[in-house]
């Protein structure tokens, strides 16, 4: 193969690319045309945000196509938030179940790492302390730390505080900050109007804890030596809420002392037992346990 043969099958490749590229090129523009004129426009957005799935009302909702009994079928979900009536989409769950599922996850899980907003602390007048956890992550693999205080920080309590009251009601974090504040600003007041109206005096002041496990009320009534310390910490949250929380009551707590011994009011929010409601019944209670000096199953 001479040279002149070798230039001119170069030009012949060079002129097969060419067309190679304009007939790509015309085939992208063509597909192109296609896809503006025949796909329709998405309408995912309204006014440029998403609907809040999360308002939907899952007592409310049935997503079953075609339900023999659908009077019946809702009638039941009314009787639980549970997730009944979800339907589905061939073999798998609907796609609008799919995402409130993943969204109240991830509800549930902010509300585990999150912390309460300083100026709720400050606006309701909460005495902010921490137990012996520096942040999140050895809060939840260190649960013995979330149950003692420093020594300086109880020294700084029991200043606070003072010693040897009937009631001292304090708050904790927990596993749901998004509890403490959905019902403390209710639940305090009730408590406090309920001991009132018994003739129990209490603290004026109200801890409020930073990483606190429930044996932190241990430690505090060993500090102040009270009879009977509230406690007021955000549950592990679930699915159907982030929002709960539970009150753990124990007559003459210290250091040690059996689960068995604390008496627990739980699934406090708006959609169980309402804060208002909780804190009329926990006044109760610390009623009874001082007059029987017992708390937990010795209260039974």
């Known amino acids: 193969m001479n040279e002149n043969d070798i230039k001119l099958m170069v030009s012949e490749l060079l002129e097969k690319m060419v067309k190679g590229e304009n007939v790509a090129q015309n085939l992208n523009v063509n597909l192109n045309q296609e896809k503006t004129t025949s796909q329709p426009k998405s309408n995912i957005y309204c006014d440029g945000e998403l609907e809040d ?44 179940s799919t995402l409130r599922f993943r969204a109240d996850h991830a509800a549930a899980q902010d509300s585990v790492f999150s912390y309460v907003d300083e100026e709720f602390i400050r606006k309701n007048n909460l005495y902010a302390v921490e137990t012996l956890c520096q942040d999140k992550d050895v809060y939840i693999t260190r649960p013995d730390l979330g149950r003692k205080f420093s020594n300086e920080t109880a020294d700084k309590l029991k200043k606070e505080i003072g010693t040897n009251h009937k009631v001292v009601i304090m708050v904790g974090d927990g596993l749901s900050s998004a509890a403490v504040e959905a019902n403390i ?80 009011i739980s699934n406090i929010h708006e959609g169980g037992t309402i804060p208002v409601e909780a804190g009329a019944h926990i006044a109760e209670l610390v009623k009874i346990m001082l007059e029987k000096k017992a708390s937990g199953i010795d209260l039974k």
């Not at 023999?68 to 609008?96: F, H, N, W």
């Not at 109200?206 to 509230?230: N, Q, S």
């Not at 159907?240 to 009150?247: E, F, G, L, N, P």
């Open 53 to 96: 799935i999360t308002e939907i009302d899952l007592k409310k909702a049935l997503w079953v196509d075609n339900p023999v009994d659908r009077e019946s079928y809702l009638e039941i979900k009314q009787r639980t938030p549970a997730r009944l009536g979800v339907g589905r989409c061939g073999t798998r769950y609907k796609t609008i």
């Open 185 to 264: 600003e209710d639940i305090i007041p009730a408590i406090k109007q309920g001991l009132k109206m018994y003739g129990i005096e209490c603290a004026q002041t109200i801890p409020f804890v930073k990483h606190c496990r429930v044996g932190a009320m241990d430690h505090l009534g060993e500090i102040t030596g009270a009879d009977v310390v509230v406690l007021l910490i955000g549950e592990r949250p679930g699915l159907i809420t982030a929002k709960s929380m539970s009150a753990y009551i124990t007559y003459k707590p210290t250091i040690g002392i059996a689960e068995a011994k604390r008496t627990v």
